[in-house]
C-alpha cells in the first residue's frame, strides 16, 4: 500500500521562502511520476508541479515558473517544493500524489495516490 505523507507548510509573510517535503512508503519499484497540487475552498484542485521518473523532465503551473522548483531525494522516496518569492495567492492546502508511470501529468484525476495535505498561508 503505498502511502504519502506531506510536511513543511504553514505561515509565512509575502516573500518568504517554504520547502514541502513528500515522503512516499510502499513504492514496489523506481517508476513513479509524482507531483504537487493544491486546492483552496469552493476550487478544483489545481497542478503545481510535477516530476518524471527518473527526475529528468519537470512541469510547473505558469504562475510558480521561475519561483517553486520540484525534486528527488535520488531514490524518488521522498519529493520537495521548494517555494520561493511566495505571494498570497500561493495560499492553498498543498498535496502531493503519486502515479505509476514513467512519464508525469498536469491532471490530479491521473494519480492514484495521494497525501493528506499541507497547509501553507502566505499573509502579512
Known amino acids: 500500500q503505498v502511502q504519502l505523507v506531506e510536511s513543511g507548510g504553514g505561515l509565512v509573510q509575502p516573500g518568504a521562502s517554504l520547502r514541502l517535503s513528500c515522503t512516499a512508503s510502499g513504492l514496489t519499484s523506481d517508476s513513479y511520476a509524482r507531483g504537487w497540487f493544491r486546492q483552496v475552498p469552493g476550487k478544483e484542485r489545481e497542478f503545481v508541479a510535477a516530476?518524471?521518473?527518473?527526475?529528468?523532465?519537470?512541469g510547473y503551473l505558469d504562475s510558480v515558473k521561475g519561483r517553486f522548483t520540484i525534486s528527488t531525494d535520488g531514490t524518488k522516496g521522498t519529493v520537495y517544493l521548494q517555494m520561493t518569492s511566495l505571494k498570497p495567492e500561493d495560499t492553498a492546502v498543498y498535496y502531493c500524489?503519486?502515479?505509476?508511470?514513467?512519464?508525469?501529468?498536469?491532471?490530479?484525476?491521473?494519480?492514484?495516490?495521494w497525501g493528506q495535505g499541507t497547509q501553507v498561508t502566505v499573509s502579512t
Open positions: 516530476i518524471n521518473w527518473n527526475g529528468d523532465d519537470t
Open positions: 500524489a503519486a502515479r505509476k508511470s514513467y512519464s508525469f501529468y498536469y491532471t490530479a484525476f491521473e494519480y492514484d495516490y
